[in-house]
Nanobody, 120 residues
Framework: QVQLVDSGGGLVQPGGSLRLSCAASRSIFSFNDMGWYRQAPGKERELVAV???????NYADSVKGRFTISRDNAKNTVYLQMNSLKPEDTAVYYCNARGPVGATMLTSYWGQGTQVIVSS
């Protein structure tokens, strides 16, 4: 069973930064892709950023230029560096992993979520 542990959320002022971490219980190379989603109160969960097993990245338009997804293969950890945070970034952020790599049907795994609040 795959476990993803999200951490790094908190309260930050507008314009501030946070770094989220997602630690996986097995090698991140076993996943087709890993990403971060977020869900604000009353809204649907939305994709924020994704990184594929080949290292390609993709971002939601709303976070391009402000957020960066990266990974540390040795630590089996994916990060989301969030800069220039805005109040509208307030949400619960969830790590997601899909695998196994190369499969025609991918299984999706989720972290428990970490709360990010951007407020003065």
């Amino acid at each position: 069973q795959v476990q993803l542990v999200d951490s790094g959320g908190g309260l930050v002022q507008p314009g501030g930064s946070l770094r989220l971490s997602c630690a996986a219980s097995r090698s991140i190379f076993s996943f087709n892709d890993m990403g971060w989603y977020r869900q604000a109160p009353g809204k649907e969960r939305e994709l924020v950023a994704v990184i594929t097993s080949g290292g390609n990245t993709n971002y939601a338009d709303s976070v391009k230029g402000r957020f960066t997804i990266s990974r540390d293969n040795a630590k089996n950890t994916v990060y989301l560096q969030m800069n220039s945070l805005k109040p509208e970034d307030t949400a619960v952020y969830y790590c997601n992993a899909r695998g196994p790599v190369g499969a025609t049907m991918l299984t999706s795994y989720w972290g428990q979520g970490t709360q990010v609040i951007v407020s003065s």
